[in-house]
């Protein structure tokens, strides 16, 4: 049996996670479940501007929101983890000039 994202697909398939598919409370992570979170950017998918987010991390995705989401932020998008192949420590070439970037596939 396998897991699906809110739209039907095989999270085996898709590394990503929608927030048009998601309500803002399926996308609450339980504060158990949090191994850590922050302030990051990021590089924009359609626009390739940076946007600072706020990343949850638990052991199986990363969620970012607009904000932190206990003062009010939105759910923004997400990777399921058991989907990536590959994270590593990006280079200031692979991510526009910027310091200390990280690269998930």
Do not use: Q
Not at 11 to 17: K, L, V
Not at 33 to 58: A, C, M, P, Q, Y
């Amino acid at each position: 049996m396998s897991a699906h994202d809110g739209d039907g697909r095989d999270r085996a398939e898709s590394i990503s996670i929608d927030a048009d598919s998601m309500t803002k409370r399926d996308r609450v992570i339980p504060k158990n479940d949090i191994v850590k979170e922050g302030s990051l950017v990021k590089l924009g998918g359609v626009r390739k501007n940076w946007k600072k987010r706020w990343f949850v991390l638990s052991a199986s995705e990363i969620a970012y929101y607009s904000k932190s989401p206990a003062t009010g932020g939105t759910f923004k998008g997400g990777i399921v983890l058991s989907a990536v192949s590959e994270i590593r420590a990006a280079t200031a070439e692979e991510v526009g000039g910027k310091a200390h970037g990280i690269l998930i596939r």
